[in-house]
């Protein structure tokens, strides 16, 4: 059964930062692009960066040149570099990978999400 698993999340000051990371498990053959999103209370889900399995990436405008996201395809991993923190940034981030499982075909898979708080 594969399964992602969004860390990193916390409490942080405007102006910090923080790491995402969100982990693959489970019997795998290929992980092919990855995306972050969030989610803040009475918002829709908005995403935030994407990953393809060549390592192209592509932000939304609200986090471009702030936030950064990278992948180590050895520990099926991807990451979410996130610095200069700003209260607007606060919201649950998920992260949803396009992975064929071994035998499988190819689906989408979706965290449970992680809390990001940025106090100002």
């Known amino acids: 059964q594969v399964q992602l698993v969004e860390s990193g999340g916390g409490l942080v000051q405007a102006g910090g930062s923080l790491r995402l990371s969100c982990a693959a498990s489970?019997?795998?053959?290929?992980?092919?692009?990855v995306r972050w999103y969030r989610q803040s209370p009475g918002k829709q889900r908005e995403l935030v960066a994407v990953?393809?399995?060549?390592?192209?990436?592509n932000y939304a405008d609200s986090v471009t040149g702030r936030f950064t996201i990278s992948r180590d395809n050895a520990k099926n991993t991807v990451y979410l570099q996130m610095n200069s923190l700003k209260p607007e940034d606060t919201a649950v981030y998920y992260c949803?990978?396009?992975?064929?499982?071994?035998?499988?075909?190819?689906?989408?898979?979706w965290g449970q999400g992680t809390q990001v708080t940025v106090s100002s």
């Open positions: 949803n990978g396009f992975i064929e499982p071994m035998g499988g075909s190819l689906t989408s898979y």
């Open positions: 489970g019997s795998i053959f290929s992980i092919n692009a």
């Open positions: 990953i393809s399995y060549s390592g192209s990436t």
